[in-house]
């Protein structure tokens, strides 16, 4: 078993952490901006201009407002009821509270966790219940510090709002997202996929889908209206549709293709621990297991003695092009050949060397088959 020290997210890199707590972004932006400028809610009467910036503040971690978004953020959920629904449902509102949260900060209470998962508490400061409970709040994702609420760009037929409102197609493409789903280890900076804890916003880049915006798979239309809950990940048919799996065997080598037919980023993407698991199991006609195999595909991360953070030593994850996966067969006749494909998320892969003993936290099984 490895030690606790193994157990956290970035082994090594508490006391770097420690230091540059309040800054996750690394230098770029600052944790606590001034008092909060809260918007003009004015009567419907009187409709401010919309403002149209070249680069307006996208949200990000440590916004710091306190009490201030809680109450603001109850305001919005009165006019914005559809919104307001679907987001109490979902893991952002959630992300203070929920065990899996809880769980792993036990375990690395460090502040640096906080300015994504409290965003509207002071990172180093233990959170009032109410600022806990609000998570990434609609105030953290639209509601600037200059006091504009960020937008997508207008539509054909726009009822107006009682409110400021700054519309912005970075906000509604990738920059809605970017400040908290792309980051490096405390500690470390620079541009190398290395320093990151994160990268889906880096993966979306780079990948054949990135003119999709993020909103279009993860923000669908229901009645009208973007859907706030991010549900569609905890949805085991949506899963399935967007990773296809073909299998087949050539005499003793089985081979399992992979495949995003709508690539958006890496399958799978986001926490670091994150990965699938690509099994197949041989047993000979009496039902004797003769072969039990698995194969992770993750970043795989590696634990170095004196260097802060993990290091990522590969990434064999799904991305634009398909991914074979080969296993060689024992001798035998009449074999009886299963295979599956799961999607995991482990407490950790200790220092990297067995992740086969890692503890899976939540699973869900994709895809899985025989083969004759
Ligand atoms: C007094 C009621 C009221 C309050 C409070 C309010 N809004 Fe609005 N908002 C409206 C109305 C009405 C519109 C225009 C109609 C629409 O698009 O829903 C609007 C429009 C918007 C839009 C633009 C929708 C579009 O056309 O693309 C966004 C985004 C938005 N509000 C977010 C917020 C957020 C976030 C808050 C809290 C900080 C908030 N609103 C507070 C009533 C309100
Ligand atoms: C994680 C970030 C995030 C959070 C949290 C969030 N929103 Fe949004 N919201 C967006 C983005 C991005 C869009 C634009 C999607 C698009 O049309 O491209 C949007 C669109 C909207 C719209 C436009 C109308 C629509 O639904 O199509 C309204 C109104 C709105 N949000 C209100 C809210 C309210 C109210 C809350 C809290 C109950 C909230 N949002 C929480 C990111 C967020
Ligand atoms: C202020 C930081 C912040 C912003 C901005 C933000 N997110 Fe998140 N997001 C989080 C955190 C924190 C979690 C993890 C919640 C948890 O499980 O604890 C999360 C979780 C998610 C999940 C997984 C939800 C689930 O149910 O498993 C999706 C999908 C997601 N975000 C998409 C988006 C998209 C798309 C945008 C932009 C429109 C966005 N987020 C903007 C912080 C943010
Ligand atoms: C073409 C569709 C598509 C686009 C575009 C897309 N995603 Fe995803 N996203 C998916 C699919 C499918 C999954 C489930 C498999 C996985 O984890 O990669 C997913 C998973 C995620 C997860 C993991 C959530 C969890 O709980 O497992 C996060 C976080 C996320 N996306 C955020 C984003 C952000 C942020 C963007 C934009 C920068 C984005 N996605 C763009 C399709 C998309
Ligand atoms: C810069 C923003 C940021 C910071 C800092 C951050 N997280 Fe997260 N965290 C996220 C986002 C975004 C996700 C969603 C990705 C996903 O679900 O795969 C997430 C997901 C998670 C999850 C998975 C939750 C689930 O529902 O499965 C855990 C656990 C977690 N974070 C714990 C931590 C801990 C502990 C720390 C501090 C060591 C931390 N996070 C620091 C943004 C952050």
Same mark, same amino acid.
């Given at each position: 078993m490895p030690s606790s020290l193994f157990l956290t997210r970035f082994a090594l890199a508490v006391l770097v952490a &420690?230091?540059?707590? $309040?800054?996750?972004? #690394? #230098? %770029?932006?600052? &944790?606590v901006p001034g008092p909060p400028v809260l918007p003009a809610v004015a009567s419907a009467v009187a409709v401010p201009a919309t403002t149209v910036h070249e680069a307006p503040p996208m949200p990000g971690p440590g916004r710091a407002r306190g009490e201030a978004a809680v109450a603001e953020n109850r305001a919005c959920e009165l006019c914005h009821e559809r919104e307001a629904r679907s987001w109490r449902s979902s893991l @952002? @509102?959630?992300?203070?509270t929920h065990p899996a949260y809880r769980d792993a900060f036990a375990v690395e209470p460090n502040p640096f966790c906080r300015g $994504?998962?409290?965003?509207? #508490?002071?990172?180093?400061?233990?959170?009032?219940?109410?600022?806990?409970a609000l998570g990434v709040g609609c105030v953290t994702c639209h509601l600037t510090p200059g006091g504009d609420i960020l937008a997508a760009p207008a539509q054909d037929r726009q009822e107006p709002a009682p409110h400021r409102l700054l519309r912005s197609a970075e906000f509604a493409s990738d920059g809605g997202c970017a400040g908290c789903h792309e980051f490096t280890f405390p500690g470390l900076h620079g541009g190398d996929d290395r320093a990151f804890m994160q990268t889906t916003s880096r993966e979306h880049r780079r990948s054949a889908g990135r003119t999709t915006p993020c909103a279009s798979c993860h923000m669908p239309l229901v009645d009208g209206a973007r859907s706030h809950g991010f549900d569609r990940v905890r949805d085991p048919a949506w899963l399935r549709e967007n990773l296809l799996v073909e299998a087949e065997r050539q005499g003793d080598i089985v081979q399992l293709t992979l495949r995003q037919?709508?690539?958006g980023h890496a399958f799978p993407t986001g926490d670091l621990f994150r990965r699938l698991e690509v099994g197949l199991l041989v047993q000979d006609r009496s039902g004797r297991?003769? &072969?039990?195999?698995?194969?992770?595909?993750?970043?795989?991360?590696?634990?170095?003695?004196?260097?802060?953070?993990?290091?990522?030593?590969?990434?064999? %994850?799904?991305?634009?092009?398909?991914?074979?996966?080969?296993?060689? *067969?024992?001798?035998?006749? @009449? *074999?009886?050949?299963? +295979? +599956?494909?799961?999607?995991?998320?482990?407490?950790?892969?200790?220092?990297g060397t067995s992740p086969a003993e890692a503890r899976v936290e939540s699973e869900v099984r994709l895809h899985e088959g025989r083969l004759p």
């Open positions: &420690l230091a540059s707590a $309040c800054d996750p972004s #690394g #230098g %770029r932006r600052d &944790l @952002h @509102h959630h992300a203070g $994504c998962h409290v965003p509207e #508490g002071v990172p180093t400061a233990e959170p009032s219940a109410s600022v806990r037919p709508r690539p297991v003769r &072969l039990r195999e698995r194969q992770f595909l993750a970043r795989h991360f590696e634990v170095r003695t004196g260097v802060a953070g993990r290091h990522l030593e590969r990434d064999d %994850r799904v991305f634009d092009e398909p991914r074979s996966v080969f296993f060689s *067969l024992p001798d035998g006749e @009449h *074999l009886r050949i299963s +295979w +599956w494909v799961t999607l995991q998320r482990v407490a950790s892969v200790g220092d």
